[in-house]
């Protein structure tokens, strides 16, 4: 399972790297998003630095959806599935292999977004260890709910729509958690973001099991 | 079986129409006003009613899932049960939340407080709206009902996690609750929602009933397809068949 | 000896729409054997259900000894299938997708460079993306990625078609040498003539199950079927 996993992310990020879609595609995405931000609230900059974790969080949820298409749309143009499933590699080292490639990316986007916060938004940032950890789980959490409903969605002439549709409430907690972090660790909120981070850590755990258990039953199935 | 009624639903319907009749009048005219929110507190005999029926119907859904998805007791039966089941949760869903926000409104003057029950509920509405619009793609129905069963249960699954995160993002905003358990509810109060109870549980039950077989006369419909196509796909050859024809497959339709 | 691939009055589905509706089929090791039926007759659906792609509701189905009914999963990794689309990722190299594939079935890497030559894919070819090649290019290249895994069994759903003469060739000389080697092939084509020259026998098929085993005769053209 592991080593097909390797193979899977590794084919995923070399793919991602020949064709550079998410560095010339959804970064600009991003910053535009933070952009619209700004306008959507008016320039306010003490509102802005205060709901900075939330924008952030929501502008990297909407660049995982963006991922996860792009990860289920290289694989094929029609019949996403049969070239993974003749392909003999085990179900749940693509499952791992494609979290772990979406999770890269978004780490890329994520640092990429948490410069662009800083600037447009001027937040300061403070204690490095719950926001890093924090922001791993998130994009742990996000990419695998991702995945894992990106195959479902795959071979749907509808998955466009239906994705975001799927993915946006379970990952509710994610924001919710990860927001809940980011503002304690940048000392916007008083919260203990510690157990929030336990929290975080459930959903991967859940979402994790669930990938590895399912991704089977989906790839052939559903 | 032409159309879904029969002795049972009429039966059903029937003491339901009776006992929604009942608990308005319990609700409306004979239960007193409370002493705090006044009026408002009539909506004790809608919210919590719809939103048990609510939590009913997903969870028969995500159970029928995990019984359709169980190798053991894979029939097409919970599938359908699992269909019915969400589409009635998501409509006690949607009172729960309108008789909610209304409850807030009259209240705190807001349509929308987040409380910790109703966000969950907001976000189990949406999920299951989602596990709905999946049920309506896909063409083939075995894996249509897999995916549909996997989505469920994932559904399940998240709803402890789910229901920590709205009660502790609550508590860090003292916000409002709405169902503060009231201990004076006594006498006629604590009668009309007994009845809201029994009456919900029997519309329920009664939407459950044609659902579930509606479902089974599409399923039917499918069926008796099945045969006439492989008499044609045959013909399409204009061949012998080898001797020993396949049976016919998958002939399964048991309500 | 058993044979290699055994259906027995095989059903499978498409949805509710039976592909299948009941193939008999035998093929022993090495053997080479063609498909041949009208458009619509199931022939890709036959080398689907052999690839385990295809689920085979009733009847028997057997390919390398796994039960496909069951367990359509198992000989994945064992059977190699040329379908109409070519399975390569386009922002890779050509080298690139068959490495990935050869791995990804647990073959050994050395193969990968001969597959390459033989199919003539030379010089700055392996290096290029597959999105730049031509349609005939992308066919060899798929075909490299079937004679680099070396499967134990071929499906190949018109194998010929997008290739010139000369690929031709090497194709029907690469199959002849997997056969040689104890691989077997089954085919699907609407060329008669490469097909009859490359397979010991003729399967055909029409509305979803086999009406004749054909030993070699002369061509039988579609119409004669319907």
Redesign the interface.
Known sequence: MWRDALLVGGKDLRVEMRSRVTTTQVAPYAILVLLLFGFAFDQNHTLLSRVTPGLFWVAVLLCALLSVQRSFAVEAADGARDGLRLSGLDPAGVFLGKVAAVAVQLAALEVILGVGVVVLFGTDLTDPGLLVLSAAAATVGLAAAGVVYGMMAAGLRVRETLLPLLVLPVVAPVILGATQCWMAALGLSATDGWRWLILLGAFDAIYLTLGVVGFATLLEEA | MNGTADRVTRVLGAASLVAVAVTAWLGLVVSPPDVTQGQLVRLIYVHPGAATACYAGFGLCALASLAY?WPRTRSRRWDRLAAASAEVGVLFCAITLVSGSIWGRGSWGVWWTWDARLTLTA?LF??F??YL??RR???????RA??CA??AV??A??VP??H???T??QT?HQGNTLLRSNPSIHGWQLVSMLASFVAYALLFSWLLVHRYRVEVLEDRF??D??AA??ME??????????A????R??AEVEL | MDPVICFRSAVALVGRFPVLAGVDLEVAAGEIVAVAGANGAGKTSLLRACAGLLPVVAGEAWVLGEDLVSNPRAVRRRVGMLGHSSFLYDDLSVAENVRFAVRAARGSLDKVAPSLERLGLTGRLPDTPVAALSAGQRRRAAIAVLVARDPEVWLLDEPHAGLDSEHRDVLDAAVREASARGATVVLASHEHERARSLAARTVTLAGGATSVDVMSLPPRSPANVA
């Open positions: 998805l976000l949406a999920v709206v989602g619009a999946l793609t896909g063409g083939d129905p075995d894996s897999r995916r996997i989505a994932m559904a699954v998240l996690v789910d920590e995160a709205t502790w993002w860090l499918e069926e397809g099945f196509a492989l796909r045959r013909a399409e050859g204009g061949v012998i068949a080898p020993g024809v396949a049976p497959v998958g």
